[in-house]
Each structure stands twice: as C-alpha cells, then as structure tokens.
C-alpha cells in the first residue's frame, strides 16, 4: 500500500493513513478499521484486490499499534472514544478531502467493527454505507463455550489493570493494548451493553441512531466471531438496513480456507462481492 498522510494524535502520538487508488467519479471510497493488534499493512491484499475493482481504500493504524507511537502504557491510556474520535475521524477527512465527491464507506474488521459503530453512533454523516467482517460482540452468550468466552475475558482485564496495559504480544491476542479499551471490551463481553467512557462520563452510543444500508459477513472457520457473536452486535443497529452473508473459500478456488483472518491476506473473489455489494448501496447518479 502507499502512504497517504501522517496524523498527529492528541497527546503527542502519531499514526500514518496508507491506502491504494482505484476507481473515479461516484466510485466508493473504503476507510478500512483494523482488528485488533493488528497492523493496516497487513491487509493489503484485500486494499489491492478492492482497488481492482474499482474502490479506493485508506486505513490507519490505531494509537500503539503497526507504526503508530506510543505504546500502550499505564502513562499512555485510552479507550474506544479516542479511537473513535482521534484516528477514524481523522481518516475519514483524509477519505473525504482526497476524494471529495465519492460515497464513504467504513469497512470495520472484528474489534475495528466495534469501533466503527461508535463511530457512526456519534458522527453524524460519517459515512454512508458499513461492512461488517467477522465482526461480533464479545458478550459471553453469544458464544458456544459461553463460560470459558466469559473466564478468558475477564482474566484479560485483570491482567490489564495489574500490568497497567494489555501485553497481547506476548500472549498471543489482541496485540499490546491500553487498560480503559480492555477494561471497557471486557465489560462489554461480561453485560453486552458496549459502554463508552468519555471525559468524565460512560454510556452506550445511541446506536439505533444508524440508518444505513449494514453488511454483516461472517467467516467460515471463524471461532472468534461466531454467528451469535455477530447476530448479538447487529442487534444493536435497530434502523440500518442489514444484510447477512457468509464467506468461504469457493470450490476451485486457489488459496487457504477462510477464517478471521485469512480473508484478509487471500481474498480471492471475496473482494469483488464486497465492491459489488458496495458499488450497488452506494450507487450515485
């Protein structure tokens, strides 16, 4: 992918906006929001693959992970809002400025699906369409081993509240991570309810606000967000217009099965089901 811009963060941070071209005039433009600790670079195949069909895409890297600085910290903390407000408003100017005229979509991968209804819950015209890509509540009911989903998130915050940060690169999930987010994901996971703390407030978005066309896709081989998963966030968005599909690996089809992070890397002809779903939601005259 090519650099785009570079983004100055509140507070001294920094993150970097990188994407491909594709497309022109009344085409769709993508802002793509990573999953959790996990770098935008990684998902340039399916950038690329999009831009082949005509749809330009930009993604940044949130606050700690890929190149963006600093690390999470007990000194360098904050949660769903700031992300929200600080990177994916920031590159939806960029989207919006660099091509200006062109319908917006945000396109959320997993936690980045989270923090793209946030988004939509409490910016108003941010974007006109949502992909939803094996993205789904943590909540504990949704799941089939409810208990040990339950357990395993729970012990992820108090390891965060202790270390004062989340150290998911060397335990093997979610990347290294700030306390407030995990704590805020785990509360999440254990009531459902994704509540959001802001300055000196909490409180779930109102995302019943959302009227827009939703794709909610979920992955085979996908034990991260299982359909309950995704049918439990979904839920949330009350006035969208939503579309269920699943994606797998068509027979005959070169590459790896799909699963929650496959798709990324080999997308196949999922890229173009994607812009076709995208191009007809959006469409301009």
Request: charged share 20%; no cysteine; proline share 6%.
């Amino acid at each position: 992918m090519d650099h785009v811009t570079d983004l100055d963060l509140p507070g001294g941070g920094h993150t970097t906006v990188v994407g491909v071209d594709g497309g022109s005039t009344g085409d769709p433009v993508v802002v793509l929001l990573p999953a959790l600790g996990v770098a935008a670079g990684y998902y340039g195949p399916f950038v690329k693959a999009l831009a082949a069909e005509g749809v330009a895409t930009l993604v940044a890297d949130f606050p700690g992970q890929g190149v963006s600085r600093p690390f999470a910290s007990r000194r360098h903390d904050f949660g769903y809002a700031a992300v929200s407000d600080d990177v994916v408003a920031a590159t939806v100017a960029v989207a919006k400025e660099r091509y200006a005229g062109r319908p917006v979509a945000l396109l959320g991968h997993s936690f980045g699906g989270q923090v793209a209804m946030v988004h939509l819950a409490t910016h108003a015209s941010a974007a006109g369409a949502l992909v939803l890509v094996g993205s789904g509540s943590p909540y504990w009911r949704g799941y089939p081993r409810r208990i040990k989903l339950l357990a395993q998130t729970q012990s992820v915050a108090a390891i965060a509240w202790v270390r004062g940060h989340w150290p998911g690169h060397r335990l093997g999930f979610g990347g290294r991570q700030p306390r407030q987010l995990i704590r805020e994901w785990a509360r999440f996971a254990r009531r459902g309810d994704l509540i959001v703390e802001k300055g000196s407030g909490a409180g779930e978005p109102d995302f019943s606000s959302v009227n827009i066309p939703v794709l909610a896709v979920a992955l085979d081989n996908d034990d991260l967000a299982p359909q309950g998963s995704i049918d439990n966030l979904v839920a949330k968005l009350q006035a969208a217009q939503v579309e269920h599909r699943f994606a797998t690996r068509p027979e005959g089809e070169d590459g790896p099965p799909f699963d929650h992070f496959v798709w990324a890397r080999h997308p196949g002809g999922f890229a173009q089901d994607v812009a076709s779903w995208l191009k007809r939601v959006l469409r301009t005259t």
